[in-house]
């Protein structure tokens, strides 16, 4: 079913030829967009919590389709254009049954193989591909993401009391202002991404501005939050049944998990390769995009070409 709608990030034009549609994955329809050439390898794009696909920007993905790729962007359940489970106590669900929304998006697609890019709770998703559809899966890249995200007090960083206040306030924000919500949601870029490499404050404006009109149900939105808690100890376990060659980049400004929980992820995952950014925030800032691209293009370069 097509989209009627025009979804796509209107805050920058998109001139690579791109295809949006609703895939039917059990009780779950999930928006997604795809951008390139369905013959080069593919490379799923995992947002993070509460996280709409399209905060892979246009701009984002079309770097990465000319490096080789063919991308796909979705918005994950309860989020976007996607279902909206709504009360979360009468049909609940954890990172796995989210990590196979995104193996049924492949097979919907068709792809047999694919590299996957997750971010923050995008992280525990692709791990968790990973390690129970390795067969699917060439390398998983983890971006701002952790082992751990509940810590006992004392043995990984806690997120920063700036975030956590400005998360608070968040909530109190009335959903239905929009200037004020889009007010507050620059106020929360600002402290995610961190002190050292500046956020260009407009570019957040029109990202989000395209993200408002998008939140379809608004009752959805704490769902991830519950998600991530059912989900604790898949968190701690999953990256030790990683089976696919990994890439794990940090930032050392991160509010949200410290670099030592990349560091701590690194030594969970047999092999991986961790890539400290320093700078980097809670956020993929356009400063860093061609770092990111360029750090996956090295993991997956042996097998750029084949599908």
């Known amino acids: 079913m097509s989209i009627q709608l025009n979804t796509s990030s209107s805050f920058q034009q998109c001139p690579i030829q791109t295809h949006s549609q609703i895939a039917k994955i059990g009780?779950?329809?999930?928006?997604?967009?795809?951008?390139?050439?369905k013959e080069n390898p593919a490379?799923?794009?995992?947002?993070?919590?509460?996280?709409?696909?399209?905060?892979?920007?246009?701009?984002?993905?079309?770097?990465?389709?000319?490096?080789?790729?063919?991308?796909?962007?979705?918005?994950?359940r309860d989020t976007g254009?996607?279902?909206?489970?709504?009360v979360f106590e009468t049909d609940?669900?954890?990172?796995?049954?989210?990590?196979?929304?995104?193996?049924?998006?492949?097979?919907?697609?068709?792809?047999?193989?694919?590299?996957v890019l997750g971010f923050s709770m995008g992280g525990p998703v692709a791990e968790y591909m990973a390690a129970n559809f390795?067969?699917?899966?060439?390398?998983?890249?983890?971006?701002?993401t952790s082992p751990n995200f509940f810590p006992e007090k004392g043995t990984l960083s806690e997120s920063k009391e700036e975030f956590v206040t400005v998360q608070r306030r968040s909530r109190e924000i009335p959903f239905d202002n929009k200037e004020l919500?889009?007010?507050?949601?620059?106020?929360?870029?600002?402290?995610?991404n961190g002190s050292k490499i500046p956020l260009d404050e407009s570019f957040a404006r029109r990202v989000n501005q395209v993200v408002y009109p998008r939140m379809l149900n608004t009752q959805c939105m704490?769902?991830?939050g519950r998600v991530m808690k059912r989900s604790e100890l898949l968190i701690r376990e999953v990256p030790y049944q990683v089976k696919v060659p990994t890439l794990i980049l940090h930032g050392s400004e991160d509010p949200v998990f410290g670099p030592d929980h990349g560091e701590a992820l690194a030594k969970a995952i047999p092999h991986a390769r961790y890539v400290p950014v320093d700078g980097m925030g809670h956020l993929l800032n356009p400063y860093f995009y061609d770092f990111v691209i360029e750090e996956v293009k090295k993991l997956t370069k042996n097998q750029l070409g084949s599908k």
């Not at 390795?134 to 701002?144: F, Q, R």
């Not at 919500?181 to 995610?192: D, G, H, M, S």
């Open 27 to 37: 009780n779950v329809d999930i928006w997604h967009e795809t951008f390139g050439n």
């Open 81 to 86: 254009l996607s279902t909206c489970l709504s």
């Open 181 to 192: 919500w889009l007010n507050q949601r620059v106020a929360i870029w600002n402290v995610q």
């Open 222 to 224: 704490g769902n991830h």
């Open 134 to 144: 390795s067969d699917k899966i060439n390398t998983i890249s983890l971006m701002c």
């Open 43 to 76: 490379l799923l794009l995992i947002m993070g919590s509460g996280a709409q696909g399209i905060l892979w920007t246009n701009e984002f993905c079309e770097k990465v389709v000319n490096e080789g790729f063919f991308v796909i962007r979705y918005d994950q």
């Open 92 to 115: 609940p669900y954890d990172l796995s049954d989210m990590a196979k929304d995104a193996i049924g998006l492949l097979d919907f697609l068709n792809i047999p193989k694919a590299h």
